[in-house]
């Protein structure tokens, strides 16, 4: 029993492999995971666990760079962040502190940004040139930090509308620069776009304390609401403590006869108790209850969509800038909070949705849709298409050979391939594209190309008829196909690692197409060929 | 019944110099199409959208038998090509990407394609900066491959003149198909850059076969090389067969993609029939009988 295991274990991988392959396409464990609210019927389509991508089941996917420049190797000379990006943002025209960040990085890594889309390149180089910071370079593309905070806008934006499926990333092409990675499933092009473009609302009220309450506390609203913000920048890091804070300005000119936004939140302030001139608030707001805590002062809450996302109070220098009545005439300040993490949030959440730049879909980007319809025909297509391709093999297969003692387990084998891969794909959950397809026509191809080799091989200088003779001639075939597979991997993993388009899709199809083959299946075929050669 | 046998070659009919001259010849030729198609269009091959920029719909046909006409009236700008793909029920409408106003144009389109009652399946937009991108990328990552196939080549045999036979013919594989699609045609597309690199990894199989049986194995070199040959030719058509059926259903059913890619590979495995049996085996019978003497 042992020695026949020993001298089939080929035979039983490749069996062992295409069963693994059979749970994993059709066992409901492996189905895919569901989105929130989805049922698995939904989740799965049709009636094996393979999980299809864009071009075969519809949708859009965009792809587009964040509008922005960035200085990199800046040299802050001791100055705090907000101050450089102040300093900056005074050298360019028409454009405010907040479209203009710095980031303090170790290690000469400090880099400031525009996300003005209307500066041009000159400009801020400029703007660099004048501001007396020196230094490296100037890129297109905006700092890490703003495209970490767009991936998690969009992200938040497409959970929030329960689009299963959506996802977003960052990809760099060659040239280094970043892009967005958007794809949507189900959704039309403007559909996407308009989600992308969409903002919720925010406003800001004043919670304080009133002792006629049940809860003790009343709540003044809509003390600023989203259109009183001039510009809201991105989450900065306080420097040398943990904290971190957002830098948001306040319309502060209003017409004759009217009171400014930033005039009227000052008054509110100062009349609600957050600010006085004595001091700021300390806030202690109790999240869950929604009202204010034990010996809390007053709180400014940030309100998003109706729901309290945060609450906090006032530095001193601020509140007596707005007692005095000095602050309106900036409209400037700080949101402090004790994380980076919770000042990232209320900069997303302050913008509502709104990117830290813009992303430029008609300018430097792409964007495909496909509609389900047409993905669902794309489906039907590409499987006929792979259907006849193997079709021809076989055919020519069986014209060379004419035995179906060789014939029959060649083609049997290519597509013991084909299905290991699919399993695979199925397992990993990784979606099924055209290019994908495409390579697994290619898999076969390459399949039946190293089984002939075997086969000639195998059966050249007369008769096999002993173990022997058929292993010294099976490794000697060996020698050629790893060859050949080494060569057709290294020739399609540029494409596995490069942006280009879906082809990543079919490099990674092919080079695991190869390496089953040669590791599983083409050995399997040496000992199924020779059982039936050396066997009478 | 027999088994349909690849023919024997007698080499010794013919020299060096006569094997050489038709796959240089054919060589010399693509190159100078592509050279022309350069020096002509300022690009090696014509470029599809995915390398210029622009905006590709596919409308579907509702029957009504008069959807081209309304397409060729239903946008403001002209549009650059339509192909009908009757097997889809679809029109395949292409705009290159306009220099002026980039901006909003698949919106632009779609929503012109609606006012006339058209319906679109699909839309595609490239914008032409990123296009730029892609073609540079392409471009490395098919040096990346050749160059990565050529250092693996020379670290299997060891041996300068069969490993130069084998890069030397994998370029001309690359180079014939390019020519090959200027002259029918055929835009450059992402897929056909798929097609392109898959072609560093087939051809170079029957000609890795052919150096390994002649170099590696025991022999009479006329008897080696037509045992490579029966096994490197049924493997080469039957990798054919596939590609050319490939083609010709995608292109009923005009999935681009699966199209170029089997267009190219059955022009490129062609070329490598050629190349391998032709240049490949006189360079290896050059360095077998003289070279090695030296």
Redo the contacts between chains.
Sequence with gaps: MFERVKENWRVLLLVVVVLGSTVALFAPQFAPQTAPGESQGDATQGITNLQYGLDLAGGTRIRAPLLGYTATGVSFDGENPSQVASDVAAELEDTSTVDVNAVLNAEGGSEVEVTDASVSESEFRAAMDASGYAYDGIRSGVTQESRDAAEQVIQDKINEAGLSGGSVQQVQSITGEYFLLIEVPGQGRQDVIDLLEERGTVQIAIAYPNSSADDGTAVEEEVLTQDDFEDIGTASRREGTSGAYVPVSVINEAPEGETSPAHRFQNAATEYGVASTSGGARCNYDMEADALGEGSDSCLLLVVDGEVVNAFGMEDGLARSMASGGWADSGNFRLTTTSFADAQTISINLRAGALPAELDISGQGTSSTISATQGENFRLYSAITGVFAVFAVAGMVFLRYREPKVALPMIVTALAEVYALLGFAALVGYPLELAVIAGFIAVVGTGVDDLVIIADEVMSEGEVNSRTVFDSRFRRAFWVIGAAAATTIVAMSPLMVLSLGDLSGFAIFTILGVLIGVLVTRPAYGDILRRLLTVR | ????EVPEVDYTEYSNRQLVLVPLAVLALAIVVIGGWYAVTGAPATLGL?FTGGVEL?IADDGSGDVEERIETAFDREPDSIRSIP??D?YVVTFQAADDD??????DL?DQADAAGLS????????A??AS??A???I???G???L??SV??FA?FRTFVPSIAVVASAFSDLVIPVAAMNLLGIEMT??I??AL??I???S??SD??LN?SVL??TGEFYESVN?AM??GV??T???M??????AV??TL?G?G??RD?GIILAIGLCADLMNTYLLNVALLRWYKFEGVKR
């Excluded at chain 2, 019944?1 to 349909?4: D, E, K, P």
């Design positions: 019944m027999t088994a349909i995915e596919r097997a889809d679809v980039p901006d909003g144009l698949a919106s779609q679109t399946e699909a839309i595609d937009q490239v914008s900066s990123f991108d892609t540079r990328t392409a490395f990552g098919i990346l491959a050749f990565g196939m693996l080549v299997l992402l897929g850059v798929a690199l898959m560093i990894g087939y170079v199989d890795i076969l390994n590696r194995r045992r029966r096994t049924t493997m058509v039957t990798s067969a596939a590609m050319i059926v490939m259903v995608a059913f999935i993609l699966l890619i």
